[in-house]
């Protein structure tokens, strides 16, 4: 599956890697959470918000927090992913505990999200992702 991400997880990704005490280690547990993921695994994991959909899902993945290991801990990505296209697309992050937290996404802000993803799809926009394996971690490129 191919990997791309919105602008605005890239600013979410970036403002949280900035604290670097808190949240520095975001990108690697991103790494960790979707390298070496077969296309169904990718396309089956994660909370889905918009049903059982056969092809297209939005959902909330979770990824593990800096330190901790509680499920109610870490990070949540709102992703969608294309199961016919084998494209899987990062819209947003936001952490689940320290000076960032957030305990959810409301429906109107995911819906901005999938908005977002195709106004950028649109204009060519995105930031593509690849898997640095010999740092494990993941590196956007616009």
Excluded: W
Excluded at 36 to 42: A, Q
Excluded at 128 to 134: A, M, Q, R, V
Excluded at 135 to 140: F, S
């Amino acid at each position: 599956m191919d990997f791309f991400a919105t602008n605005r997880f890239n600013e979410s990704v970036n403002k949280l890697i900035a604290k670097k005490k808190h949240y520095g280690c975001a990108l690697s547990h991103i790494y960790k959470r979707f390298h070496n993921k077969t296309d169904t695994e990718l396309f089956d994991d994660g909370y889905k918000l918009n049903g059982n959909h056969p092809i297209a899902r939005q959902m909330k993945v979770r990824v593990l927090s800096c330190g901790g290991n509680a499920k109610s801990e870490g990070f949540r990505l709102i992703v969608f992913v294309h199961k016919d296209d084998k494209k899987y697309y990062l819209l947003d992050i936001y952490p689940k505990t320290g000076p960032f937290n957030k305990s959810n996404m409301k429906k109107d802000e995911r819906k901005l999200c999938l908005e977002e993803l195709l106004a950028e799809k649109k204009n060519n926009t995105l930031f593509t992702i690849t898997f640095d394996n010999k740092k494990k971690t993941i590196v956007l490129k616009n």
